[in-house]
């Protein structure tokens, strides 16, 4: 009953939210943004799910759930990619669409070539850059890879949002990759329902 009557009051905190904020409305998705599942939202797919927004334009929108870790370990995927052996970098399942295409995300300090820029800091890559990155590090490099990713039609995500199944909240490229995937989507909920400082 507590759990039911948490859920219930998640929800309505959820949507009197997204009615006062703007970062609710559809006209703010864009690539780059992180994409919060409404405590309501049942699809099996995107239940407590956070996603990045990795395109978004006429085409429509394509995302990358952060928060869903498999027990698959990457050196197991590419088995032929030497660098990763002996290593525990987990792959992460990005989404219901293209499971068999295997996504690099990647935090730089710089624009490499085979990359492309998500956000300032966050760019998608090939395996030519992690090569470089496992083999040359610096401090604050780091990367992630994803199997698959979702996809949304021209207005669909529109239409999502306007019935209330998703919130929208600015990405912190630390978050991205070094927030505990276990927590990401509940701290998320909590940022977007939060009391803003308006300032004059």
């Not at 780059?32 to 939202?41: E, F, Q, R, T, Y």
């Not at 197991?76 to 992460?92: C, G, I, N, S």
């Not at 991205?176 to 329902?193: G, V």
């Given at each position: 009953?507590?759990?039911?009557?948490?859920?219930?009051?998640?929800?309505?905190?959820?949507?009197?939210?997204?009615?006062?904020?703007?970062e609710?409305?559809?006209?703010?998705?864009?690539?780059g943004?992180?994409?919060?599942?409404?405590?309501?939202?049942?699809?099996?797919?995107?239940?407590?799910?956070?996603?990045?927004?990795?395109?978004?334009?006429?085409?429509?929108?394509?995302?990358?759930?952060?928060?869903?870790?498999?027990?698959?370990?990457?050196?197991?995927?590419?088995?032929?990619?030497?660098?990763?052996?002996?290593?525990?970098?987990?792959l992460?399942?990005?989404?219901?669409?293209?499971?068999?295409?295997?996504?690099?995300?990647?935090?730089?300090?710089?624009?490499?070539?085979?990359?492309?820029?998500?956000?300032?800091?966050?760019?998608?890559g090939?395996?030519?850059?992690?090569?470089?990155?496992?083999?040359?590090?610096?401090?604050?490099?780091?990367?992630?890879?994803?199997?698959?990713?979702?996809?949304?039609?021209?207005?669909?995500?529109?239409?999502?949002?306007?019935?209330?199944?998703?919130?929208?909240?600015?990405?912190?490229?630390?978050?991205?990759?070094?927030?505990?995937?276990?927590?990401?989507?509940?701290?998320?909920?909590?940022?977007?329902?939060?009391?803003?400082?308006?300032?004059?």
């Amino acid at each position: 009953m507590k759990s039911a009557l948490l859920v219930v009051t998640l929800s309505l905190l959820f949507a009197l939210s997204a009615q006062a904020q703007q970062e609710f409305s559809p006209m703010s998705v864009e690539k780059g943004v992180l994409l919060i599942a409404s405590p309501s939202l049942s699809d099996m797919h995107f239940h407590q799910t956070v996603l990045l927004i990795i395109e978004h334009g006429r085409s429509g929108t394509v995302g990358l759930i952060l928060n869903r870790p498999t027990n698959v370990l990457l050196s197991e995927a590419l088995p032929d990619f030497t660098v990763l052996k002996q290593t525990h970098h987990r792959l992460f399942a990005g989404g219901p669409v293209g499971q068999t295409q295997l996504v690099l995300l990647f935090r730089l300090t710089e624009l490499l070539p085979d990359t492309r820029q998500i956000i300032a800091g966050v760019y998608m890559g090939t395996p030519r850059v992690l090569e470089r990155i496992m083999t040359q590090p610096k401090p604050t490099e780091t990367f992630r890879a994803f199997t698959g990713f979702a996809g949304w039609a021209p207005g669909q995500l529109e239409h999502e949002m306007r019935e209330g199944a998703w919130g929208i909240l600015p990405s912190d490229t630390f978050t991205i990759f070094d927030k505990d995937p276990a927590t990401l989507w509940s701290d998320s909920i909590s940022r977007l329902q939060a009391p803003r400082t308006i300032s004059h």
